[in-house]
């Protein structure tokens, strides 16, 4: 029954993710850094995943 609660949980976190777009495909640590610069008042565009990997390959 737990592994079954588990499978649902994710399930939600999934389809809630859905409704953001890319956060859906990126890493929860990726998603963590975005949700902590918005949080900080960073814009979009700075936050977006694209600008963070080049950001990160400088």
């Known amino acids: 029954?737990?592994?079954?609660?588990?499978?649902?949980?994710?399930?939600?976190?999934?389809?809630?993710?859905?409704?953001v777009g890319e956060r859906l495909v990126l890493p929860d640590e990726v998603v963590a850094i975005q949700d902590r610069m918005r949080a900080l008042g960073?814009?979009?565009?700075?936050?977006?995943?694209?600008?963070?990997l080049c950001g990160l390959a400088r």
Not at 1 to 12: G, P
């Open 1 to 19: 029954m737990q592994a079954e609660v588990h499978e649902l949980t994710e399930d939600r976190r999934r389809i809630a993710r859905l409704a």
């Open 42 to 52: 960073c814009p979009a565009s700075t936050v977006s995943a694209p600008a963070l």
